[in-house]
């Protein structure tokens, strides 16, 4: 019974493939075009009225302010849209900001170019697929924002007075991270960051404002034993290095900061810390969340989704799946 079940799903499933060559040809093309490694896509704004950042910078002298370059790998998944909506909310409050997406895929893709330009900020919007040899999503796209940034930043910078920070889609922001940590950090900047790696906290220890250590529960051996959310670095000290992402990073036990921290020549004293005036109630002020996969029912595996699959209802809405 069961084995005159699978052979007639078997054939089913074949049926269409029979019927329709086509249907195997294209997953040929679609699996050569990923590895390409040429930005297809690649938009820089540049619409912004003068008048119109001046009424936005509103804290200290604007010839002070130091630009902040925001680094933001994304691909697409069931819950980017609204991922992206929440940062692009939070960096909309933010001046002098410059925001540098990288689409992991083969193009750009309108709905978040759209998201972009609703924020009014200048950003740069390109396409840079994972080559294969790239375990982890995001690896590649931010090697290649510093590759961007070391060869186009007079492009979008009058001086070499900036920070890069690398702010992923799914985490939560308090503004206060820009303008009081990110926005003034020289070299390198540290901080605690929230629910990371089997961890209430992961932050830097820090005594007599020296980083001599880190806590953090997972891998603690790390000589930079600290996420993505929890540093800035200065432009200028990325400009004068070649150092970018590396596919792996052994001493990092698979994480990828402390390796690109080594490589960029930095050493634990090279840290400022931010945010360990107090010794108590300290605040964090970056969070690493993980939008949970919402269960859409009629993505649940089943054999007559299997035997017959057809497109998701969305009700005439724009949805990515
Ligand atoms: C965007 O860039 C232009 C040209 O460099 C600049 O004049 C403008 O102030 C920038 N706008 C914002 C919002 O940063
Ligand atoms: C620098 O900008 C140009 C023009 O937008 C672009 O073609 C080039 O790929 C950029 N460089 C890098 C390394 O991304």
């Given at each position: 019974m069961l084995v005159l079940c699978s052979l007639l799903i078997l054939i089913a499933r074949t049926i269409p493939w029979i019927l329709n060559p086509s249907v195997i040809l294209t997953k040929e093309r679609v699996q050569k075009e990923v590895p390409t490694v040429k930005p297809i896509g690649l938009i820089v704004s540049e619409s912004n009225e003068k008048d119109e950042q001046e009424s936005r910078i509103?804290?200290?002298?604007s010839s002070t302010l130091q630009t902040i370059i925001v680094v933001t790998p994304t691909y697409k998944r069931l819950t980017r849209v609204a991922d992206f909506t929440r940062l692009a909310n939070t960096l909309s409050h933010l001046s002098n900001l410059y925001w540098i997406v990288i689409e992991d895929g083969p193009e750009t893709v309108p709905v978040v170019q759209k998201m972009l330009e609703r924020t009014n900020l200048n950003f740069t919007y390109m396409a840079h697929p994972s080559p294969p040899?790239?375990?982890?999503?995001?690896w590649y796209q931010r090697t290649m924002a510093l590759k961007y940034i070391r060869e186009n930043y007079t492009n979008f910078m009058r001086s070499q007075n900036g920070v890069v920070y690398f702010g992923d889609d799914d985490n939560s922001y308090d503004l206060r991270l820009f303008e009081e940590y990110i926005r003034k950090v020289n070299k390198i900047g540290m901080w605690g960051v929230g629910h990371v790696a089997g961890s209430l906290v992961e932050s830097p220890r820090v005594s007599n404002q020296k980083v001599v250590g880190f806590d953090a529960e997972w891998s603690p051996d790390r000589y930079f034993a600290i996420d993505m959310a929890g540093f800035a670095l200065g432009l200028q000290l990325i400009l004068e290095s070649d150092a970018v992402f590396r596919s792996s990073c052994p001493s990092g036990t698979g994480a990828l900061e402390s390796c690109l921290l080594t490589d960029l020549g930095l050493n634990r004293e090279d840290v400022e810390p931010f945010g360990f005036e107090k010794e108590n109630e300290r605040e964090v002020l970056v969070w690493h969340t993980k939008t949970l996969i919402p269960d859409i029912y009629e993505f649940r595996p089943s054999a007559w989704n299997w035997l017959f699959p057809k497109p998701p209802k969305t009700n005439g809405y724009f949805v990515e799946y």
């Open positions: 509103t804290t200290e002298g040899n790239y375990p982890n999503r995001g």
